[in-house]
């Protein structure tokens, strides 16, 4: 992708490490946009749940739940950034609380359309700045940009914050998911620069 477009950090403001900033964030995704359908759309969270059955909600369910505003950085592993995107949608501690997970459990799957995952802690979900954004700037999100929910987790690395997601599973420890299979830390902190599976 182009790095083009570089611009100057504010002096009151950080990047983390290897990171430059751009002004705006470029469209990035593995495959193509997934065509919205709501009528078929659910939102499951499974694995290893408390009460050890998974639960299933529609879009009207989980747009019914607390919701956040969350003024977020992006931090692209191939080294782009961008500062103070306003996101807002509802609060992902929310569903951890809805359907918690068993006892002991740290880490999820999260999974979205076409097979795309990504691997985090429960603890980034229960963040207070963690959301599962259905706005982005006051607009509802594009389709490009992960309309009807795409997660938001300011602290990780972009790829850990799918668009057009789709649930989670609660796993017994951390499961790889698309680009930690693919050489990509399964942390992924971006200031701790967790970019890549050599570094664990
Ligand atoms: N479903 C899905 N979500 C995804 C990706 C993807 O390939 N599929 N790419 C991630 C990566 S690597 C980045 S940098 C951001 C880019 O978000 P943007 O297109 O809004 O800039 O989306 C993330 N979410
Ligand atoms: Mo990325």
Known sequence: MSTAGAIEVPPERSLPPGQH??????????????????????FTVGGLTRA?????????????????????DLHCSSRWSTLDEPWSGVAARALVEAVPPADGVEDVLVFAEYGYS???????LMSARAVLATH???EPLTQERGAPLRLIIPHLYSWKGP???????????PERGFWEERG??????AWREERYAYQE
């Open 118 to 124: 990504a691997c985090i802690r429960v603890e980034d």
């Open 136 to 138: 982005h700037d006051g």
């Open 163 to 173: 668009k057009w997601v789709r649930g989670w599973n609660y796993t017994a420890g």
């Open 21 to 42: 900033l751009v002004a705006q964030a470029p469209i990035m995704h593995y495959g193509p946009v997934p065509r919205p359908r709501p009528d078929r759309w659910d």
């Open 52 to 72: 050890g059955v998974e639960r299933r909600f529609t879009l009207e369910e989980v747009l019914g739940m607390p919701r956040v505003d969350v003024l977020a």
């Open 184 to 189: 990509y830390h399964v942390r992924g902190d």
